[in-house]
């Protein structure tokens, strides 16, 4: 099993800037995709950014050239540097990990932590 530990997170003004970092512990070892996903109250949980192993990144629209995803594959933690945050922002962030190449069905996650922007 692999288990994820996120920190960061908080309340901030848009414009604001935060940071999300996720720790992989346990059978880490088999990780290669690592990312954060988003949800809003009432959406469903959406990808945001990952990154795998390679080095290969994906970003959605909403946050491409706000965010900036980033790991250390050494300590398998991944980070996510949240810039221009807007309120559209706001909602629960989940670290998630997975043994293939990119995220999708059979994600390892996160407990999640939220983030607040204000407008």
């Known amino acids: 099993q692999v288990r994820l530990v996120e920190s960061g997170g908080g309340s901030v003004q848009a414009g604001g800037s935060l940071r999300l970092s996720c720790a992989a512990s346990?059978?880490?070892?088999?990780?290669?995709?690592m990312g954060w996903y988003r949800q809003a109250p009432g959406s469903q949980r959406g990808l945001v950014a990952s990154i795998n192993t390679g080095g290969s990144t994906y970003y959605a629209d909403s946050v491409k050239g706000r965010f900036t995803i980033s790991r250390d594959n050494a300590k398998n933690i991944v980070s996510l540097q949240m810039d221009s945050l807007k309120p559209e922002d706001t909602g629960v962030y989940y670290c998630?990990?997975?043994?293939?190449?990119?995220?999708?069905?059979?994600?390892?996650w996160g407990q999640g932590t939220q983030v607040t922007v204000s407008s």
């Open positions: 998630a990990a997975a043994r293939n190449r990119a995220l999708g069905p059979g994600n390892y």
């Open positions: 346990g059978s880490s070892f088999i990780v290669n995709a």
